[in-house]
């Protein structure tokens, strides 16, 4: 698989339960970046988690690190309809600008 | 909350003609990239600029593309002559200077809203 690939694809949920996204990646990185893209618009940075964190939180959000399974998840609690959107991983290596994005999951809140 | 902003929201031309999309990056940031994504794909890294030049850019960047800062706010990605493959919602970004000897890897970067690019 690429660098950034996340699952599940999509999830349905109802509100308020958490959803979790994972996001897997290959090579070796200095930050993990999460976005959120609703449908046909822009990114909107969510949370960046730094090589040497293992756990990061922001409101609803926590995101984890296990750099040694190259992997990450971001928990979002208590979800809402307005959660529903596309969430993107994105790493970032070492000497180098450029971010490398997941596939993506696609998550869908029902009322 | 200041925010990166980008002209047009939709941009619709004729293959071969010459596009340029614009980005305004939040006041204090000195990065600067174009990232793109295509229809039902992944967000792509085109280019990074920082100090007036290029500092990477991906093999999707060729001569077809350049970028420019021509004043003090704006930063534009230009088309030179469009295919119908370069169709896609474009992003630019945004980062800002890192605290003296802070690593610029740890900056996140902001995006804008895209620019909807339709090559007919």
């Known amino acids: 698989s690429q660098q950034g690939e996340e699952d599940p694809q999509a999830l349905s949920i109802q509100e308020g339960e958490n959803a979790t996204m994972n996001c897997s990646y290959k090579t070796s990185i200095n930050n993990l970046q999460w976005y959120r893209q609703n449908s046909g618009r822009g990114l909107v940075h969510l949370i960046l988690?730094?090589?040497?964190?293992r756990e990061k939180h922001s409101g609803r959000l926590r995101v984890t690190l296990d750099t040694s399974k190259k992997s990450s998840s971001l928990l979002i609690t208590a979800s809402r309809a307005a959660d529903t959107a596309s969430y993107f991983c994105?790493?970032?290596?070492?000497?180098?600008?450029?971010?490398?994005f997941g596939t993506g999951t696609r998550l869908q809140v029902f009322p | 909350e200041p925010e990166v902003t980008q002209t047009p929201s939709h941009q619709v031309t004729q293959m071969g003609q010459e596009v340029i999309l614009r980005c305004v990056p939040i006041?204090?940031?000195?990065?600067f990239y174009w990232y793109r994504q295509i229809l039902g794909q992944k967000v792509e890294f085109l280019v990074s600029f920082y100090n007036n030049e290029i500092s990477e850019k991906s093999e999707i960047f060729d001569d077809q593309f350049s970028v420019e800062r021509p004043d003090g706010s704006n930063f534009t990605l230009k088309i030179r002559s469009t295919k119908l493959e370069d169709s896609a919602m474009y992003f630019c970004a945004s980062s800002e200077v890192p605290s003296l000897g802070g690593p610029t890897s740890y900056n996140e970067q902001f995006f804008g809203p895209g620019t909807r690019l339709t090559v007919l």
């Open positions: 006041s204090n940031h000195l990065y």
């Open positions: 994105a790493t970032r290596s070492y000497n180098t600008d450029k971010l490398i």
């Open positions: 988690i730094r090589s040497n964190e």
